[in-house]
């Protein structure tokens, strides 16, 4: 590297800083640390490959939904977290990363996604805990990112958050329709929170003092909330909402505490998410499997689409949509 | 396995006009092999809520931009005319309408 190499590298790093502690937003073109871009692209891609991953989980249910109205719900929902996928891949690209890099990693097991989607939906009633608990941790973790310091991905979260609200309403009001249901629907509807509540707890990742980015990224305002901070909030949240849904939490421990103003929880038992990340949960291997399948099953969509508008422009030197295009369209600016 | 690095096909920018009267903004970025794939794409991607009356789509290649990074002297020349500004000018006390 030369001086002159060297200064501007300074100048840049002070510019960058200054734009992130001022609250600006860095946007792609922008120079930035290599230790920034590659933390962004690693947090974007596990996000985005959460939301394709997390679409199985549900789709199971959707030939079996009970009704005409809980079906077209939850086909609005899965194709929602497609869209989230598309947007956060989109997002990372700007990082100057391909999409067919990162799925490809996805698809080698050499990225994560949240170990949240290899827990199995055993019953109706799970569509209704992931909704609630599930979508509304993800809120919970999401609103802060729409303030994140790289524009992209902060632009991404606010057209996210605003979907995923439905999303966690529509969870709410099944389990409530369960709960206040039979005595079969509402012992399926304390089953299904029984066993997504503790998960549900560690989507919000390890306790603070053993978070190997979290310091890194608040400094670079990617995370605004510490992990436990956020799990703190989601606690508080969830207990009234549990009151009305007449379920209970299944935590012995759980209790308001007057002298901190908020609520203590019993103690996360970390050995089963360690096991769950290292591929051990009970569905990576199906979840993984059938998302490699999906895609192979795809290419011929995508060869035969690549096919025809080879085909096509090699045809026409004409716009393939030409007439939409106004002369308003020239003046885009 | 095939790789999907391959098959993604062009990226092209989607600006989405919200209602009429308003201009079409930009609204993110999508893969799709032609433009007529692109366009229907833009609909389910980022109009699923009725958020626009109409789309554009564009190859991202066709943009054309400032510069490699946004701050740069190209924008300096409108940094020291604050007399174009009309709170520059100093009026008169009551004077209306101005
Ligand atoms: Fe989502
Ligand atoms: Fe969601």
Redesign the pocket.
């Given at each position: 590297m030369t001086t002159a190499q060297a200064t501007d590298t300074v100048d840049q790093q002070a510019d960058f800083d200054a734009v992130v502690s001022a609250e600006g937003r860095i946007e792609p073109r922008d120079w930035m640390p290599d230790a920034y871009r590659a933390t962004l692209v690693r947090q974007i891609a596990q996000h985005a490959h959460s939301e394709i991953i997390?679409m199985q989980p549900e789709a199971n249910w959707i030939t079996r939904a009970p009704s005409l109205r809980r079906k077209a719900i939850l086909m609005a929902?899965v194709q929602?977290?497609a869209g989230?996928g598309l947007y956060l891949y989109g997002a990372a690209e700007t990082l100057d990363v391909d999409r067919g890099e990162l799925l490809d990693k996805l698809h080698a097991g050499r990225q994560r996604y949240s170990s949240i989607f290899n827990y199995p939906t055993l019953t109706w009633a799970d569509v209704g805990a992931i909704g609630w608990l599930v979508?509304g941790a993800?809120i919970t973790n999401q609103v802060p990112l729409c303030r994140c310091s790289y524009g992209p991905y902060a632009r991404a979260m606010v057209r996210i958050c605003k979907?995923?609200s439905f999303?966690q309403r529509q969870g709410y009001e099944l389990l409530h329709a369960l709960s206040h249901g039979t005595p079969a629907q509402h012992a399926m509807a304390q089953d299904a929170v029984d066993r997504w509540w503790w998960p549900s707890l560690m989507m919000f990742g390890p306790p603070d003092d053993e978070s190997s980015h979290s310091e890194q990224s608040m400094a670079w305002r990617i995370k605004r909330h510490s992990n436990d901070e956020l799990r703190q909030r989601f606690v508080d949240i969830c207990v009234p909402q549990a009151e009305s849904l007449g379920l209970a939490l299944p935590d012995p421990d759980l209790r308001w505490n007057e002298e901190r103003g908020t609520h203590d929880f019993g103690e996360i038992d970390w050995s089963e998410f360690q096991q769950v990340l290292r591929g051990n949960g009970p569905c990576n291997e199906q979840r993984l499997d059938q998302r490699r399948t999906a895609h192979e099953n795809g290419a011929w969509v995508r060869e035969a689409a690549a096919a025809h508008a080879a085909k096509h422009s090699a045809r026409t030197s004409d716009d393939a949509v030409s007439g939409t295009a106004t002369g308003e369209g020239a003046m885009a600016g | 396995m095939n790789g999907a690095t391959s098959t993604e096909g062009p990226l092209w920018e989607v600006f989405v006009r919200s209602r009429r009267g308003l201009s079409h903004t930009h609204a993110g970025s999508l893969h799709a092999p032609d433009a007529t794939m692109a366009l229907r794409n833009a609909r389910d991607l980022y109009t699923r809520r009725g958020e626009g009356v109409s789309i554009w789509v564009v190859p991202a290649t066709a943009v054309i931009a400032s510069s490699p990074d946004e701050k740069d002297p190209f924008f300096d020349p409108a940094a020291d005319k604050a007399y174009r500004h009309p709170t520059f000018y100093e009026i008169p006390e009551g004077v209306k309408h101005l």
């Open positions: 997390g929902k929602d977290e989230h979508d993800a979907e995923e999303h | -």
